[in-house]
């Protein structure tokens, strides 16, 4: 194969990467926004009460211990997928 031949399945798979990760800040981002009362841009522990799942991974996801779940450490989470399932029934 010439190298021009793996260009087309590169691009597809980058695109399908990108998809993916709008399709996951966008949930990060709503799921904030559904639990973030104060409007600070964060998840504390006492706005984590409203959803089972945060409240229960609050200590995994807060990796920098702050008390408060960032959209980065949201981000990073991998409970994503099942958060993702949450916020398109509930919404």
């Known amino acids: 194969m010439k190298k021009s031949d793996y260009i087309a399945p ?3 798979i980058a695109a399908i990467l990108q ?3 709008s399709l996951s800040a966008r949930a990060d981002n709503e799921l904030i926004a ?3 009362l104060d409007k600070d841009g964060q998840i504390t522990i006492k706005e984590a009460v409203a959803d089972p799942v945060i409240l229960a991974s609050f200590g995994k996801i807060d ?3 702050n008390g408060k779940i960032s959209s980065i450490e949201l981000a990073r989470t991998k409970i994503v997928p099942t958060l993702e399932k949450k916020i398109s029934k509930s919404g």
Request: net charge negative; hydrophobic share 60%.
């Open 19 to 21: 998809l993916f990760a």
């Open 63 to 65: 990796t920098d211990g």
């Open 10 to 12: 590169f691009v597809i």
């Open 34 to 36: 559904k639990l973030d």
